[in-house]
């Protein structure tokens, strides 16, 4: 027995079903069309923005000596506790005094969780080769066309310089004053050579030196010895002379401001002084501090109980030296 159906009823049964296939079609090819594009999209992520290429842009910030480009790559890390004086600014970077890092070799990306990863990376400054170890996050905040996140260097780019300083005064850091604590250079900045100087002044220079930040392994540091200069030798002798004969005419002279030594006398406008010799001082610095000392002889004749005394005697006077009002000045401190 053969059951036949109305034809209109057929036709919209099968309508009826195309129509419930067509959304899962269609939901279906959406969600492979996103799949396809996320999977895209990681891959250029992953082939466009690597952190290699964060590295050698990094680096190449350095050697162009822009400060801007160099600090939009890097992170500084909240839990490193930086003291001194900061040498990350374009005016350092541009000084002649700061040697970028050349001949750059970035090694493997070693991949860790959380989307993070470190390089280690070599390079030469001066002529000595160091390392320096960067860790690398992908940053949420820096992304490209909202879609793309980028890396940032959030630890090894940023390190203290570092050389021994002795001296208690202000160095010149690449430019930048910069000041010492217990003889130890306090700075910080981005990996390369800085020249480290004494500020221009009469009393004393140092052959510069470079401090290095961001290795691993440091160059060997120097040391800025400041030295006299050799036209205070004269100035101080001069001031000295000026200081003794200044002495040998007055008639109040004392322990406090002549070195002189003496008996008790009569009267002070009795005694009768000359130089025999005068001294030639010898001066030093220590932590920046000068002091200069030296011995002569000096004849004093005055009245006695028993009639004139007359003897020739040696004397040693010193005092420290300073420039004051950019001028070498000596001032005599009794022993």
Known sequence: MTTTYPQGDLSTALVDHRSRRRPVAVGAAVFMTLVLLVLVLKIVEGV????????RA?????????????????????????????????????????TPPTA????????????????GVSYSVGGQRQQ??????????ATVAGLFREWRIVKGAIGEAY?????????????????????VLRAYGYPGGYRVTLPEQPLLEAEPVIAYTGAD????????????KATVQDEVDKQVRTLLDRCS???????????YPWSNHPGPEQVKIKVVSYPTCEITVSRGQVTARGTGQVRIRQPSFFGVDESTTEFTVSGDVTALDNAVTFQYVPQ
């Open 48 to 55: 466009l923005f690597q952190p290699a290429n964060t590295v």
């Open 58 to 98: 990094f680096f190449q910030a350095l050697n162009d000596r822009d400060a801007d480009a160099a600090g939009a790559l890097v992170v500084p890390d909240p839990e490193r506790d930086l003291t001194g004086t900061d040498l990350r600014g374009g005016a350092v970077l541009r000084s002649p005094g700061y």
């Open 104 to 119: 750059v070799e970035a090694g493997p990306v070693v991949p860790a969780e959380d989307d993070q990863a470190t390089v």
């Open 132 to 141: 320096v170890m960067l860790t690398l996050e992908r940053d949420e905040r």
């Open 163 to 183: 050389t021994q300083v002795e001296t208690a005064g202000p160095v010149l850091v690449a430019g930048a004053s910069a000041s010492a604590e217990y003889d």
């Open 217 to 228: 392994r440091y160059a060997e540091p120097g040391v800025l010895r400041p030295v006299v």
């Open 249 to 259: 005419k007055g008639t109040e002279i004392t322990r406090e401001n002549c070195p």
